[in-house]
Structures are given as C-alpha cells and as structure tokens.
C-alpha cells in the first residue's frame, strides 16, 4: 500500500508542474528525484538509471525517429505539400469534419512513437474553419491516432501481447477490432459532431486544385509515410534508418538547397522535446529499479478478487506509469499467462485498462509533442481524455458482459 501511495504522489506531483508550464523534461526529472529518494536512494540505482537510459538503443531509436519525423514534418509544411494535400483531400472528401478524423487515424497507423507531431499540423489545417481551441484540437489529434492502439500489427504492444498470451496475432487483431470501431464512434459523438463552424466571412473558402496537382500533392504527402511503413514492415528496417532514408529522398525530391536543409535541421533539433523525451525514459528505468511496481502487482493480486479486477488495474497502472503500450503489456501479461493462459477475455481488459492508463500518462509522448505543438494547457486537454476513456471503458465492460 506504501508503494501505491508513494506512485501516486510521484505521478501528481508531475501533473502539478505540468499544469504550472514547468518543462516536461523538468517536471519528469523531478519526479524520478522524488521517486528515487523515496525508494531506498543509492548511487548505483541512479548510475545505472542512467547509463541505462543513454546505453540502450531504443533511447536513440525514439530520438533519432522523433529527430526525423519533425524533419519531415518540416519538409511537408515549408513547401506547401500539407496545405496542398488537404485541399486535395477536401475535393476527395468534402468534409472538414471528416478530415479531422482521417488525418490523425491515417497518420496512426505508422508505428512511430511521438509521431502525433506529424499529424498535429493537418489537424491544425482541417479545422480552421471550426471554433477549435488549442486543447480541443490537441484532444482530436491525440485521441484519432491513437484508435489503432487495438488492431494495428505494426505497434510493439500487439506483438508482445501476442507473444505473451500465446495467442495469434491474427486472432488477437480480429477478436479486439470492435474496441478500434468503438473509439471511432466514441470520438465521433463527442469530439467532432458538436464542432461549430466560424462565421461565414471568416471561413476559408475551397481551394480550386488541377486534377494532376491533387494527385501530386497526395503522392508527395502520403508516399513518405507509405514508403515508411513498407521498410519499417516489409524489409524491417528500424523506425530511426527508415525515417532517415525518407527524409534524404524527400530532400532530393524536393530539391531543397544547403541553407534549407541546415534550416531543416535546426528545426528538428528541439532541445526542449529532446530533454523530455530523454527524462521519460530515465523515468521508467528509475521506475523500474525502484520495484515499485512489483510491490503493486503483489499487492493486488493478494487480494480476492476477480482475475479480470486484478488484471485490469495492473494493465491500467501500467500504461500510466510508463505512457507506452509495451509497457503495461510488459507488466500486466505476465499475470494473465499466469491467471489462465490464452485467454482473449482477459487480454480484451487487459488492453482497454491499459490503453486507458497509458492515454491518460504525463509519460505519453504522444500527448507531450502534442501539447507542445499546439501550445496547450495539460490539464485542459487531459480532463476530456479521461472522460471519453471512462465511456470506452462502460462501454467495453457492456459489450463483454453481454
């Protein structure tokens, strides 16, 4: 119960400097110092927390594929390729509406982490015509990525919940897809449909496209995340080389010149993302070596109740404490190859619960280039999160019960 207390604290401790426009690289290295000392503080815990953290590739692999993603963005948005392809898609679809759902989910199928960078800006495009306040399209970017969390097999959490469970993948994708449908309809009702357009004067009117401009300008928007995915899954290439071949043919193609490119580089290099980016992942390894965690899941497990209760709070803490799918998958689907092996009941509320933490985390990165992008308030944006994941999850308990 100590450890559950002390995670709590940690966790609102970030919030509250969070909400008081403390940096996030700050306000998570206030946390690990408070976790750290409040955990049996030793020099070796923090050395290795360290060396761990700047050690592992996977701290590159999210900071070079991040550093990439917003070269990208920077190329797609200085040549006019994003506004170009939105009106493109305009034509296609004729609904702002509609773009303000297809942009983001599109976007999310790219097993990129703090990739929402990339989609914030089409967001930001798609509804300038509605009355959107920074949370509010912080909150429609952030929720349509992230629909997929259930169904896509690119993502690491669906491969280590398959793995762990010992189900198919194929299997694992088909019996979750009604949760992807119903975060669509959940994020339909209550984000888009109440959207109010602006007067008509102040309302942008359709750009008029050649047919050969609309298409070059979807192929120029939509090749390089098409072309991510094929070398990320067919020829399985990690997320940061990828990017990077992207980005060095989008520089051909576009025929950028020296200054552009050094322009471009200077752009990426945003030291505040970087020092958070670099503060969540020293988090999790302080986390992680505190064995806090593993005091909460015995915790709960020694009490007598359902497998399901167990289950979901451990996946639910999960996801928050760590902002990343693998995460809780690493933590809670231990408990269910122990619990009852193979069981698609549990691993359903196992990966709503957990999805539910992990959108709800200060950890998420996601969430934090987001808020960074749009210059919006956490608390404001986090507050409706938290009640569309309470409907999703009375809704999903519906469903299962039936």
């Known amino acids: 119960m100590v450890s559950v207390i002390k995670i709590l604290v940690v966790l609102i401790l970030i919030v509250i400097l969070l909400n008081r426009k403390v940096k996030l690289g700050n306000s998570m290295l206030a946390g690990s110092a408070l976790l750290f000392f409040w955990t049996g503080p030793s020099m070796g815990k923090v050395s290795e927390a360290v060396s761990t953290t700047l050690v592992s590739p996977s701290t590159w692999e999210i900071i070079f594929a991040l550093y990439f993603v917003m070269c990208l963005e920077y190329q797609l948005r200085t040549k006019g390729i994003i506004d170009g392809f939105m009106a493109s898609a ?31 800006p089409l967001v930001e495009n798609a509804g300038k015509d509605y009355e959107l306040t920074a949370e509010k399209k912080t909150v429609i970017n952030y929720w349509f990525r992230h629909v997929w969390e259930f169904t896509n097999p690119l993502f690491t959490g669906m491969l280590l919940a398959s793995q762990l469970s010992g189900i198919p993948l194929s299997r694992l994708v088909v019996s979750m897809s009604w949760v992807t449908i119903l975060a669509f309809i959940i994020g339909w009702i209550f984000l888009i449909s109440p959207l109010k357009l602006k007067s008509r004067n102040e309302a942008a009117q359709p750009e008029q496209q050649a047919e050969n401009e609309k298409w070059r300008y979807i192929l120029l928007a939509a090749g390089p995340v098409l072309a991510n995915l094929a070398l990320v899954v067919l020829f399985q290439i990690s997320a940061a080389i990828s990017m990077t071949i992207v980005v060095v043919a989008m520089t051909i193609i576009l025929r950028q010149g020296a200054s ?11 030291q505040k993302l970087l020092w958070g980016v670099f503060n969540i992942l020293f988090f999790q390894n302080i986390l992680r070596l505190s064995g806090a965690v593993t005091d909460i899941t015995v915790l709960l497990n020694s009490f007598a109740i359902p497998a399901a209760l167990v289950v979901g709070i451990i996946a639910f803490l999960g996801g928050l404490l760590t902002g990343t799918s693998q995460g809780f998958v690493a933590i ?26 992990h959108m709800l985390s200060p950890a998420h990165l996601c969430l934090v280039v987001t808020l960074d992008y749009f210059k919006a308030n956490f608390a404001k944006s986090i507050r409706p999160v938290f009640i569309l994941e309470i409907m999703m999850l009375a809704a999903s308990y519906g469903i299962l019960s039936m």
Request: aromatic share 12%.
């Open 260 to 270: 552009d490119i050094r322009a471009m580089l200077n752009h990426a290099l945003d």
């Open 332 to 357: 809670a689907f231990p408990f269910i190859a122990l619990l009852s092996p193979g069981d698609i009941f549990l691993v359903t509320v196992c990966f709503i619960a957990g999805t539910a933490g």
């Open 90 to 120: 305009r034509s296609i679809f004729n609904s702002d509406r509609l773009l303000l759902v297809v942009m983001p989910s599109f976007l999310g199928f790219l097993p990129s982490l703090g990739g929402a960078i990339f989609s914030a």
